[in-house]
C-alpha cells in the first residue's frame, strides 16, 4: 500500500513564526504535491514538484515556499506564518507523467494565532 | 489554467436513491478525470478515474460519464448506503508550462445519506 505520512496531524503556531510541514511518500513516486483545504473552497494546489529539486507554482502560493532535498520527502515553509495560513494542509504524491491517481497524506491542520 | 466547477454543494438523498454530482472543466486539453471521496478525519482518496477517449466507467455502484464536447462529467452513486455520506470531489487535470502533470480540484459535494 502507499503510504504518505505528514509530520503532524495539529499544530499551532504564533504569528511571524516560522513553520515547516513535513511531508514522506514510501513508493518512489516522481510527483509530490501541496494543497491548502478550506471550507467551500475545495483544494487549492499551492505547490508541485515533479523531481527532486524541481518545483512548481500552484494556484496560491504567495507566502509559501518549498524545498525537494530527497525524492521521497517534500517540505512546505511558511515563512513568516500568519492568521489567513490557518488551514488544513494535505500531501499527495503520484507516479510518473501523463496523470495519474494521487495518493493523499493525512492532513495537518495548522492554526495561526 | 485549469477551472472546474461542480455542483451541487451539498446534496441529501434517501438511502436507497441515485445521487448524482456534476463538474465541467474549462481546459480542453484536460485528458484525466478522477473523483475523490474525502471520509471525515483523512485525506481524499480515489474512488474512479475515467480518461479522456472513454465515455463511460463503472465500478459496481459508481459510475462516472464524461462529455467532452460539453466539457463535463458526473459522478453517478446508486443503491447508497450510509457510509456513502462523505464529501466528494472532481478534479480535472492541466499540464504546466515546465510539463509536469497535475490534478485542479472542483470545491468538492458533501454527501448526506438520509436513513
Known amino acids: 500500500d502507499v503510504k504518505v505520512t505528514q509530520s503532524s496531524r495539529y499544530l499551532v503556531k504564533r504569528t511571524g513564526e516560522k513553520v515547516f510541514l513535513e511531508c514522506v511518500q514510501d513508493m518512489d513516486h516522481e510527483n509530490m504535491f501541496w494543497y491548502r483545504q478550506d471550507p467551500g473552497l475545495g483544494l487549492r494546489l499551492i505547490y508541485f514538484?515533479?523531481?527532486?529539486?524541481?518545483?512548481e507554482k500552484g494556484d496560491i502560493p504567495e507566502g509559501y515556499s518549498v524545498s525537494r532535498e530527497k525524492k521521497e520527502r517534500f517540505s512546505l515553509i511558511l515563512e513568516s506564518a500568519s492568521t489567513n495560513q490557518t488551514s488544513m494542509y494535505l500531501c499527495?504524491?503520484?507516479?510518473?507523467?501523463?496523470?495519474?491517481?494521487?495518493?493523499f497524506g493525512p492532513g495537518t491542520r495548522l492554526t495561526v494565532t | 489554467g485549469e477551472n472546474v466547477e461542480q455542483h451541487p454543494s451539498t446534496l441529501s438523498v434517501q438511502e436507497g436513491d441515485s445521487a448524482v454530482i456534476k463538474c465541467t472543466y474549462s481546459?480542453?486539453?484536460?485528458?484525466?478525470f478522477p473523483w475523490y471521496k474525502q471520509e471525515l478525519g483523512k485525506g481524499p482518496q480515489l474512488i474512479i478515474d475515467?480518461?479522456?477517449?472513454?465515455g463511460e466507467k463503472k465500478d459496481q455502484r459508481i459510475a462516472v460519464t464524461l462529455n467532452k464536447t460539453a466539457k463535463h462529467f458526473s459522478l453517478h452513486i446508486t443503491e447508497t448506503q450510509p457510509e456513502d455520506s462523505a464529501v466528494y470531489f472532481c478534479?480535472?487535470?492541466?499540464?504546466?508550462?515546465?510539463?509536469?502533470?497535475?490534478?485542479?480540484f472542483g470545491k468538492g459535494t458533501h454527501l448526506i445519506i438520509q436513513p
Open positions: 514538484s515533479y523531481d527532486v529539486k524541481m518545483k
Open positions: 481546459d480542453s486539453a484536460s485528458n484525466y
Open positions: 478534479a480535472a487535470s492541466f499540464r504546466s508550462g515546465g510539463g509536469a502533470d497535475g490534478l485542479t
Open positions: 475515467i480518461r479522456s477517449n472513454v
Open positions: 499527495a504524491s503520484s507516479y510518473g507523467a501523463g496523470g495519474g491517481e494521487q495518493y
